[in-house]
């Protein structure tokens, strides 16, 4: 079992930034791929970036491309999302995962353990 736990979300006016991050503990050596996720009211929960853990490599939604940049400490067992040049389409429940990779990073279904999402709004 994994457990993921997300912080740093909040409410932001549109241009700012926020830095979430997401503390993994239990059989973190299972998981080679974090990612975060977010979820609109009335939307599908769908891709933002994610990383390989240990490796390090990177992956991003085009919507996150240029804004976002994630990020781990492999010592503190830490997944960040920084995310600058806030939107207001970037408002969503956030949401890390973790999973052992080997597929489309971007599939949900991929990943096989969730937290539980910390809220992020972005004011116009």
């Known amino acids: 079992q994994v457990q993921l736990v997300e912080s740093g979300g909040g409410l932001v006016q549109a241009g700012g930034s926020l830095r979430l991050s997401c503390a993994a503990s239990?059989?973190?050596?299972?998981?080679?791929?974090m990612g975060w996720f977010r979820q609109a009211p009335g939307k599908e929960r769908e891709f933002v970036a994610a990383?390989?853990?240990?490796?390090?490599?990177?992956y991003y939604a085009d919507s996150a491309k240029g804004r976002f940049t994630i990020s781990r400490d492999n010592a503190e067992n830490t997944v960040y999302l920084q995310m600058n040049s806030l939107k207001p389409e970037d408002t969503a429940v956030y949401y890390c995962?973790?999973?052992?990779?080997?597929?489309?990073?971007?599939?949900?279904?991929?990943?096989?353990?969730w937290g539980q999402g910390t809220q992020v709004t972005v004011s116009s």
């Open positions: 990383i390989t853990w240990p490796g390090g490599v990177t």
């Open positions: 995962a973790a999973g052992k990779g080997g597929g489309y990073v971007f599939r949900p279904a991929l990943y096989t353990y």
């Open positions: 239990g059989r973190t050596a299972s998981s080679s791929l």
